[in-house]
């Protein structure tokens, strides 16, 4: 953890920022220790990553969350399924990322649910050779996530500013990001017009918000291929959740992606 991660965060308990006076103990590179922001709140840092989901879980909530801790290892093998019931080349999809971001000059990009780091494992294939001009920050809910994420990070050589935290209250400053990205997981959240309003809070103004997730497209779902793959997983019959696009959104579009089994929806502030 360094400044600049410092500078991109907020308390998630009081809204206040951060400051690099915040540090109260360990090295410069905060690989070990704590932070507290401007109101006094204090937070731990272990292994780089701070240590901000707020509220703390639900007895229901840890439970699911200690299922991600316990598969992350195995995740990137588990979802190679995906490869051959839909059709795709998942890897490859994951580089179609490269074609939302600014393609010059510095971005600032979040992946809320970060998970493994696959999206920014595929945004450094395609920019290996510029990739320090972005600034890429991503954050889970799962800490096996986020070491599977760092771990992925060091061997590619590039570097990932990774945060403990929910999407459900992001411990990020507004207006901050060029892009927020959200891939796999909205459908299943317990509030989803909080995650939106949340994700819409801390991109810039004419920044971008993506969000990716299981959902056929309408001429999909007329098929013998998409009646198979609905019945075999259910969430695959969801629709983009349009109605909760924060107010204020701008350029709202929605297009279907991975052989037109994922739905996407791009809007801006």
């Known amino acids: 953890m360094d400044a600049v991660h410092l500078k991109a965060l907020r308390c998630p308990e009081c809204g206040k920022d951060f400051s690099p006076q915040g540090v109260l103990t360990g090295p410069e590179s905060l690989e070990e220790g704590a932070i507290v922001c401007q109101k006094g709140h204090v937070w731990k840092v272990a292994s780089g990553i701070p240590d901000l989901l707020h509220p703390a879980l639900t007895a229901e909530d840890e439970k699911w969350v200690a299922e991600y801790d316990e598969m992350a290892p195995n995740y990137d093998e588990a979802v190679k399924v995906y490869d051959q019931v839909l059709g795709i080349d998942l890897v490859e999809e994951r580089k179609s990322i490269a074609q939302i971001v600014p393609l010059e000059g510095p971005v ?37 996530m986020l070491a599977e994420s760092m771990k992925k990070a060091v ?17 990020y400053r507004k207006n901050f990001f060029d892009v927020v990205l959200h ?12 995650a939106l309003r949340e994700m819409y809070r801390v991109v810039k103004s004419r920044g971008t918000v993506v969000v990716i997730d299981e959902g056929l497209s309408p001429a999909m779902r007329k098929t013998e291929q998409g009646q198979a793959i609905m019945k075999a997983n259910s969430l695959f019959s969801a629709r983009p959740p349009l109605e909760h696009i924060p107010e204020g959104a701008r350029d709202v579009e929605v297009s279907y992606v991975m052989n037109e089994t994922f739905y996407q929806i791009l809007f801006s502030k």
Do not use: C, W
Request: proline share 3%; glycine share 14%; no cysteine.
């Open 108 to 144: 600032v990009i979040l992946d809320v649910s970060v998970g493994t780091g696959a999206n920014f494992d595929a945004l450094h294939m395609v920019y290996h050779k510029e990739i320090d001009r972005f600034q890429m920050h991503g954050l889970d809910v799962s800490t096996g």
């Open 155 to 171: 061997r590619g050589g590039y570097r990932v500013r990774l945060t403990h935290g929910s999407i459900f209250n992001l411990p």
């Open 183 to 194: 891939s796999g997981g909205i459908n299943t959240f317990s509030d989803i017009p909080l």
